[in-house]
């Protein structure tokens, strides 16, 4: 049948073929290229950065700003818990303090004022060593009410809960008017960027892993991803037997998200092979044809076989040697060969 329907092709352009001139026709020579033939993987986007914000106070939730899928800003406000029992802490700490500093400084005046007198003989060695002694705990109180108020602020400023990453918020553990405990989660969510594919590579193929074999990533849409360093797990999943890996990707302005679908295209093989100009093949039913450049400038039809796609240009299997020259054209030449 494929035989038959190349004859009479054939038959139909043998006038126009001999009639059209050789500068009618636009001719691109046969090239010899690599293929590099690649395995599809299915990918999933995932999230560098997810984290759930737990408490680290104990109080009431008095405040979210945020319901889930909002969008964060890094260092926002997320939820605020009533302050009334720290803010009363670090008060207290503070007035400690004040009070330490006093007896310190009252401390310091009376061992000024028995030294000189312990030196002229006029004090004792034992009023000496109680002013000294006075002293040094005066001074060990007031280190250790400035901790106290560090540690009051500290959970003062617990109250107040943000955001460590601008992100997306995707749960809300808690309501407001909730009593919390420390360690009690609160918000979950994940952040835009950086992001990174999971994939699963069949075992025969992990050895072509690597961050310099060309490794691409590719949206639904034909979109290709920025890849970055590829890591390798050391050890193969249970179900499949497969070994995952991890590929940094930029997100840049491509509006991906995690969660999301990918192909990762993983090559496995090059070799060299023949390529034509896609445009340049002729399809007629189950006929896949060229039109050569003859010694004489006059197009001939010739019968080829396709392999592999890649971009523009297709793979030559059978049916053209290396220098030869295909019309850019063929629909035109076979246009012209029905009209006489």
């Given amino acids: 049948m494929k035989a038959r329907l190349l004859v009479m092709v054939a038959a139909m ?11 009618a026709v636009e001719w691109l020579p046969v090239e010899r290229a690599s293929l590099v033939e690649s395995v599809r ?12 914000v737990s408490a680290q106070t104990a109080g009431t939730i008095v405040e979210l700003p945020y319901d889930v899928d909002d969008v964060v800003e890094a260092g926002a406000l997320i939820a605020r818990l009533d302050d009334t029992e720290q803010r009363a802490r670090l008060e207290q700490a503070r007035a400690n303090l004040d009070e330490a500093e006093a007896s310190l400084e009252d ?6 004022r028995v030294e000189p007198l312990a030196e002229r003989g006029v004090a004792s060695q034992s009023d000496l060593d109680q002013a000294r002694n006075a002293l040094s705990a005066a001074r ?16 003062f400023d617990y109250t107040r809960v943000t955001a460590p990453y601008g992100g997306i918020i995707t749960a809300r553990h808690v309501e407001l ?11 979950s969510g994940f952040a835009l960027d950086p992001l990174r594919v999971i994939a699963s590579v069949p075992q025969r193929y992990i050895d072509r892993v690597g961050d310099e074999n060309g490794l691409r990533v590719v949206l639904d849409d034909g979109r290709e991803l920025t890849s970055g ?14 070994v995952t890996v991890r590929i940094a990707v930029d997100n840049g302005d491509l509006g991906i998200y995690p969660g999301q679908l990918v192909r990762v295209m993983l090559p496995v093989e090059r070799r060299e092979t023949l390529w ?3 445009e340049s093949l002729l399809r007629r039913s189950e006929l896949r044809a060229v039109f050569v450049r003859a010694d004489s400038g006059e197009p001939r039809l010739r019968q080829v076989r396709i392999g592999a796609r890649q971009g523009d240009r297709l793979e030559v299997l059978s049916g053209l040697s290396e220098g030869e020259e295909v019309a850019l054209d063929p629909e035109a030449i076979f246009a012209r060969s029905r009209s006489q």
């Fill in 177 to 187: 008017g909730e009593s919390v405990r420390p360690g009690q989660p609160l918000l």
């Fill in 140 to 155: 060990a109180r007031v280190t250790q009410f400035k901790s106290a108020i560090e540690e009051a602020r500290e959970q």
């Fill in 13 to 23: 352009i043998w006038t126009a073929a001999v009639s059209t001139p050789a500068g």
């Fill in 107 to 112: 401390a310091r005046q009376r061992y000024e």
């Fill in 276 to 278: 034509i100009p896609a």
């Fill in 41 to 52: 993987l299915d990918g999933m986007i995932e999230a560098v950065q997810e984290s759930t």
């Fill in 229 to 242: 360093r590829i890591t390798r797990f050391p050890f193969a999943d249970a179900p499949g037997h497969g």
